[in-house]
Each structure stands twice: as C-alpha cells, then as structure tokens.
Nanobody, 123 residues
Framework: QVQLVESGGGLVQAGDSLRLSCAAS????????MGWFRQSPGNKREFVAA????????DYADSVKGRFTVSRDVGKNTVYLQMNSLKPEDTAVYYC????????????????WGQGTQVTVSS
C-alpha cells in the first residue's frame, strides 16, 4: 500500500502563487508516476499535471501550461505542484495520485489517491 498526503492549499487572490506538496509513504518503490488532478463543484475531476518518478517525463493540461510546474524530490518521496498566476477558475480541490507506470493524463492508470487539498482563488 501507498499513502498520499497533500498539503499547501489555501485561499489566495488572483495572480498569487501557491505550492502544493504530496508526500508518499509505504511501498513507494513500486511507483513510477505521480499526478495532480482537480475537481470543482459540479464538474468532473480533471487532469492537471503528471511527472514520472525519474523526472524525465512530464505532462500538463493546456489550461495550466506555462503557469504550473510539477516536480519531485525522490529523497523525500514528495511531489510538488508550483502554481503561479492563479486564476479564479483554478479554484478546486486538488488531488495527488500515484501509479506503478506512467500514464500521464489518464486517471485510470493511477491506483493511489490522496484526500485532496482545497485551493480557492478570489478575483
């Protein structure tokens, strides 16, 4: 089993920045990919960003390209999502996910999910 715990969410104003963290514990040696997804009220969960555990592969949703950056610290078993130039439409619960192989934006490839952290961007 793998446990994922997100942190770093909060209330910010449009244009501000936030950095989300996702700490993985347990059988992390089986992981090859980490992803970030988000869900706002009334909407389906959507892909935000993904990174391979080696760091050689990354993917981003078009809506966040150029503003968000995903990274990982293998030694700390932690993945980060740096979010800059935040917009009100970025408001959502952000979920961290992990899987044994890289699947990019495809949520079916992620086996483990965190509880989520709320990000609210005011205009």
């Amino acid at each position: 089993q793998v446990q994922l715990v997100e942190s770093g969410g909060g209330l910010v104003q449009a244009g501000d920045s936030l950095r989300l963290s996702c700490a993985a514990s347990g059988r992390t040696f089986i992981l090859d990919a980490m992803g970030w997804f988000r869900q706002s009220p009334g909407n389906k969960r959507e892909f935000v960003a993904a990174i391979s555990w080696s760091g050689t592969r990354t993917d981003y949703a078009d809506s966040v390209k150029g503003r968000f950056t995903v990274s990982r610290d293998v030694g700390k078993n932690t993945v980060y999502l740096q979010m800059n130039s935040l917009k009100p439409e970025d408001t959502a619960v952000y979920y961290c996910a992990a899987g044994p192989s890289y699947s990019g934006p495809y949520s079916a490839g992620y086996i483990y999910w965190g509880q989520g952290t709320q990000v609210t961007v005011s205009s």
